[in-house]
T-cell receptor
Framework: LAKTTQPISMDSYEGQEVNITCSHNNIATNDYITWYQQFPSQGPRFIIQ???TKVTNEVASLFIPADRKSSTLSLPRVSLSDTAVYYC?????????????FGKGTRLHILP | DTGVSQNPRHKITKRGQNVTFRCDPISEHNRLYWYRQTLGQGPEFLTYFQNEAQLEKSRLLSDRFSAERPKGSFSTLEIQRTEQGDSAMYLC???????????????FGSGTQLSVL
């Protein structure tokens, strides 16, 4: 499983767009990039997944450059309820036996 | 879809006692994971099952920890002779490994918060 690096914490204000970047220099050809969100006292929740270019859903957008060595989770017009920890994971689903590993994530704090 | 259910939500025990947690995954999911999480840290992998087979157990995991998933349905995680360092949130997650060619998505329960006094 490719190692990922993300900022430990970030602050932003309500109504702003927030971008969290994740570095994964050793990403393999078959690896997908997945982001989870975790609120206090809850388990992580899947947000978005992508392989290349851009993916958008009702919650967020995921931007992946051509070299795929990094990715950026974009949260449009954040609110106080977006305060959470965000985890970036990379891994593949082809002939895979190993487990899914979480890092420390990015603690996003939204200010009023 | 009733989601992943974990019981109990909270458990307080004395050092040296045994505790058992239960996880009921989403019914059609064939993979089940156990994680442990302490304050300020990401979820730490403990073990996982594909159907009833336990595929891997973390090397960092003490022999006091054991997990089962009889008949590939619910799972239990037992901790014997608990220690204060076992205090943590224990999270269960399930996934559907049938989907090929895409990284599996985990669906987590709300966890069991263990406090060892």
């Amino acid at each position: 499983l490719a190692k990922t690096t993300q900022p430990i914490s970030m602050d932003s204000y309500e109504g702003q767009e927030v971008n969290i970047t994740c570095s994964h220099n050793n990403i393999a050809t078959n690896d997908y990039i997945t982001w989870y969100q975790q609120f206090p006292s809850q388990g992580p929740r899947f947000i978005i997944q992508g392989y290349k270019t851009k993916v958008t859903n009702e919650v967020a957008s995921l931007f992946i450059p051509a070299d795929r060595k990094s990715s950026t989770l974009s949260l449009p017009r954040v609110s106080l309820s977006d305060t959470a920890v965000y985890y970036c994971l990379v891994g593949d689903d082809v002939n895979r036996d190993d487990k899914i590993i979480f890092g420390k994530g990015t603690r996003l704090h939204i200010l009023p | 879809d009733t989601g992943v259910s974990q019981n109990p939500r909270h458990k307080i025990t004395k050092r040296g006692q045994n505790v058992t947690f239960r996880c009921d995954p989403i019914s059609e999911h064939n993979r089940l994971y156990w994680y442990r999480q302490t304050l300020g840290q990401g979820p730490e992998f403990l073990t996982y099952f594909q159907n009833e087979a336990q595929l891997e157990k973390s090397r960092l995991l003490s022999d006091r920890f054991s997990a089962e998933r009889p008949k590939g349905s619910f799972s239990t995680l037992e901790i014997q002779r608990t220690e204060q360092g076992d205090s943590a949130m224990y999270l269960c997650a399930s996934s559907n490994k049938i989907d090929r060619g895409r990284y599996e998505k985990l669906f987590f329960g709300s966890g069991t918060q263990l406090s060892v006094l």
